[in-house]
C-alpha cells in the first residue's frame, strides 16, 4: 500500500492556527480521493473534510464550521488541512487516508490506507 506521512501538528494556543500536510507517493493525489479525518481519547474515528482527485471538497459541516481548509497540490503529491481558530475540542490525532474515487466521502470504511497520524493539542 502506498505510505502516507502527516506531518504538522503541534502544541498551540486556543484561537492559533496550524496546517497540516500528507505526503503521499507520486500522482497519488491524483488518483484518490483524499482524506482527513480526526479521534480524540475514547472518542470514534470522526471524519473531518475530504478532496476528491478532481478537486471538489466535502466538510465535516459541524467539525470545520467554515475554520478549515482542505487543498491539495498536484505536483507534489501532498494534501493539507488549514486549521483556523482552533480551539481546545479540536485535539485529537488527525490522519489521513486515500480512498478509491466514488466511495462515500465521510466514511471510514471506504478509506483503505491510513497515515500514523499527528498530534494537535489545543490549550485553553
Known amino acids: 500500500q502506498a505510505q502516507l506521512v502527516e506531518s504538522g501538528g503541534g502544541m498551540v494556543q486556543a484561537g492559533e492556527s496550524l496546517r497540516l500536510s500528507c505526503k503521499t507517493p507520486?500522482?497519488?493525489?491524483?488518483?484518490?480521493?483524499m482524506g482527513w479525518f480526526r479521534q480524540a481519547p475514547g472518542k470514534e474515528r470522526e471524519f473531518v473534510a475530504a478532496?476528491?482527485?478532481?478537486?471538489?471538497?466535502?466538510y465535516n459541516v459541524d467539525t470545520a464550521k467554515g475554520r478549515f481548509t482542505i487543498s491539495k497540490d498536484d505536483r507534489k503529491s501532498t494534501v493539507y488541512l488549514q486549521m483556523n481558530s482552533l480551539l481546545p475540542e479540536d485535539t485529537a490525532v488527525y490522519y489521513c487516508?486515500?480512498?478509491?474515487?466514488?466511495?462515500?466521502?465521510?466514511?471510514?470504511?471506504?478509506?483503505?490506507?491510513w497515515g500514523q497520524g499527528t498530534q494537535v493539542t489545543v490549550s485553553s
Open positions: 487516508a486515500a480512498a478509491q474515487p466514488g466511495a462515500p466521502a465521510a466514511v471510514p470504511e471506504s478509506y483503505s490506507n
Open positions: 507520486a500522482r497519488t493525489v491524483m488518483w484518490y480521493n
Open positions: 478532496i476528491s482527485r478532481t478537486g471538489s471538497t466535502t
